[in-house]
């Protein structure tokens, strides 16, 4: 036999004089890449021959469709409302005096801390004292909501968690419970140069410690509001 082209994936050897097979063809030897779906787009399996590069998809998977989470976040200084999608992130700077609804703790502990008032707008267990701190002067709206502090720990668990010269008020008629779970618990602490003015709303200690506790030349006004404690305690108030 005269041996012909040598035998690929899809065509077999054979002899150039009488047309007799001298080697069977190869077959295709496909390996397969996963193409995963985004926001707009669908995704695919391509499966290409390592021997002949032919290639082919299948195993359709629909896009996903937009979904985005949002968050506020500071960046640069700016309290900015973030948008995040698989495919985008767009930002939208929140305007200075803007009250804030948040309905969540990391969004609270943020804005908080940027310096804007916030208007609750939902029941939150906290896993951590909402620190407010600096040169911010904000209003917490709790528009009848409930904050409630209760994780065990060794130290001091509360709501808020106010120093080094913060202004805050309370209003909103709204529900602060520091729970039962540590050893210590305050519902607010107001110290070192800060001032803290309640205006309603009710705040009860379910153990030994501090419904508002204040010292180092911090300031409490209180215009109203209902404030309970499970257990007598010294400086309880």
């Not at 063809?25 to 995704?43: I, K």
């Amino acid at each position: 036999h005269t041996p012909g082209a040598e035998a690929n994936c899809t065509t077999a050897q054979t002899c150039t004089v009488c047309g007799a097979e001298l080697a069977a063809a190869l077959n295709h030897n496909y390996e397969a890449v996963v193409t995963a779906p985004t926001c707009t787009a669908d995704g695919y399996t391509t499966h290409t021959c390592t021997r002949c590069n032919d290639t082919y998809t299948d195993t359709p998977v629909n896009a996903t469709g937009h979904a985005e989470t949002k968050e506020y976040k500071v960046i640069d200084s700016v309290l900015y409302h973030v948008a995040t999608c698989g495919c985008e992130e767009t930002r939208e700077a929140v305007e200075a005096g803007t009250v804030v609804e948040v309905a969540n703790q990391a969004d609270l502990q943020t804005v908080v801390l940027a310096g804007y008032s916030v208007k609750i707008m939902a029941n939150l267990d906290l896993t951590a004292a909402i620190e407010i701190y600096g040169d911010v002067n904000v209003t917490i709206d709790m528009n009848g909501k409930t904050l409630t502090a209760d994780w065990e720990s060794d130290g001091v668990v509360e709501v808020l968690f106010i120093h080094d010269g913060a202004t805050v008020t309370v209003t909103g008629n709204g529900t602060m419970i520091s729970g039962d779970k540590a050893e210590t618990n305050s519902v607010i602490s107001c110290i070192d140069n800060s001032t803290l003015t309640i205006e309603n709303g009710y705040f009860y200690s379910a153990s030994c410690g501090d419904v508002i506790y204040a010292r180092t030349n911090s300031t409490v006004y209180v215009k109203g509001g209902r404030f309970e404690c499970a257990e007598d305690y010294y400086g309880t108030w």
